[in-house]
């Protein structure tokens, strides 16, 4: 039996899974900050506004896919 591997090239270009991974990233720093007792001075949401501000262009420069439009039209 032979099981294919992920395509990584492929998922990172989807853009609910790179949001999905940017969110788990910034919310794992963000954990593991507070657990040493670090407070950032910028919050987490407004890293997350940032992170998801640059997916959007990304997604509108044709970088990132949205999967919920298949080809090129609507």
């Given at each position: 039996m032979h099981v294919k591997g992920i395509n990584w090239k492929?998922?990172?270009q989807n853009k609910a899974t790179v949001v999905a991974l940017c969110s788990a990233a910034?919310?794992?720093?963000?954990?593991?900050?507070g657990l040493f007792g670090v407070v950032p001075s910028v919050t987490q949401t407004t890293a997350?506004?940032?992170?998801?501000?640059a997916l959007n262009v990304l997604t509108a420069l044709g970088v990132l896919v949205d999967?919920?439009?298949?080809?090129?039209t609507d």
């Open positions: 492929l998922r990172l910034l919310t794992f720093v963000y954990t593991v900050l997350g506004d940032f992170v998801m501000a999967p919920t439009t298949p080809g090129v």
